[in-house]
């Protein structure tokens, strides 16, 4: 929106696939910022914001929060970076997120990370997670699983029309899935 080259990479896949852990790697050994949607909302709620108590209300239902909200937090935490390279991890997770965002910001990302995990995966993680995160319960992950599969697997499979999307198979160790991701990283950003 000023002029410089932005970088953006969306880290995309469904709850618990691994995108936090995998945005903390790829920190480390490729010089981006790494921006989760998801924490931002949650930083919001504990701030005290007029927007916490329906972005809370939104998180326990699985919901996703109005776009407006999302993009302005992103676009907030991007500007007070200093960087010009971001993961930004569990967003755009509708078509009404995308649309936002790009027309909004004017960026479009260079290619979407895609983590690929099977749902009995995603819940066992979840269910052992033992972070307190108020939407790590059999009842609300159940409904984020439903979210994800109508509104958010129609964002990747516009960006997979696109040729953008690369597809990690998430349901390997940490470790293991890291190589796929740095082979990634190392053959389409220099
Ligand atoms: N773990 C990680 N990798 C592993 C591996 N390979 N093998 C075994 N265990 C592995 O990992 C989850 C757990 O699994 C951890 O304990 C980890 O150690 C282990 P993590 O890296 O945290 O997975 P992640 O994909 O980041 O899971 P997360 O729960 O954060 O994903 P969600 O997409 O559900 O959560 P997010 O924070 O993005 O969104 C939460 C809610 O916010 C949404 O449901 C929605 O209500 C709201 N939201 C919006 O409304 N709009 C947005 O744009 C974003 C969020
Ligand atoms: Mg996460």
Same mark, same amino acid.
């Not at 691994?18 to 921006?35: D, E, P, R, S, Y």
């Not at 696109?162 to 998430?170: G, P, Q, S, T």
């Given at each position: 929106?000023n002029g410089?080259? %932005?970088?953006?990479?969306f880290v995309l896949g ?7 852990? @995998?945005?903390?790697n790829i920190?480390?050994n ?5 921006l989760?949607?998801? &924490?931002?909302?949650?930083a919001?709620?504990?701030s005290?914001?007029? /927007?916490?108590t +329906?972005i809370q209300?939104m ?14 937090l992103?676009q907030?935490? +991007?500007?007070?970076?200093?960087n010009?390279? $971001?993961?930004? &991890?569990g967003?755009p997770?509708n078509?009404? /997120?995308?649309?936002? $965002?790009?027309s909004?910001?004017?960026i479009?990302p260079e $290619?979407?990370l ?6 009995e995966? +995603?819940?066992k993680? =979840? =269910?052992?997670? !033992? @972070?307190?995160?108020?939407?790590? !319960?059999?009842e609300?992950?159940?409904k984020?699983?439903?979210? #994800?599969?109508e509104?958010? =697997?129609? %964002?990747?499979?516009y #960006?997979?029309?696109k ?9 390997k @160790?940490a470790e293991?899935?890291?190589e796929d %991701?740095?082979?990634i990283? /190392?053959?389409t950003?220099?």
């Amino acid at each position: 929106e000023n002029g410089r080259k %932005v970088t953006v990479i969306f880290v995309l896949g469904g709850p618990g696939s691994g995108k936090g852990t @995998q945005c903390a790697n790829i920190v480390q050994n490729f010089g981006f910022t790494h921006l989760s949607a998801g &924490d931002l909302l949650r930083a919001e709620i504990k701030s005290g914001s007029e /927007n916490g108590t +329906m972005i809370q209300s939104m998180i326990k239902e699985g919901k996703i929060v109005p776009s407006e909200v999302t993009v302005k937090l992103l676009q907030l935490a +991007m500007q007070e970076s200093g960087n010009d390279k $971001f993961l930004i &991890d569990g967003f755009p997770r509708n078509e009404e /997120n995308r649309e936002t $965002f790009e027309s909004v910001t004017g960026i479009e990302p260079e $290619f979407v990370l895609f983590f690929d995990c099977p749902e009995e995966e +995603m819940e066992k993680r =979840l =269910l052992t997670r !033992n @972070q307190g995160r108020e939407d790590d !319960n059999l009842e609300t992950i159940k409904k984020r699983f439903k979210v #994800y599969m109508e509104s958010s =697997l129609p %964002v990747v499979a516009y #960006y997979s029309l696109k040729d953008k999307v690369r597809k990690i198979d998430a349901a390997k @160790q940490a470790e293991a899935v890291f190589e796929d %991701v740095k082979a990634i990283f /190392n053959s389409t950003t220099e």
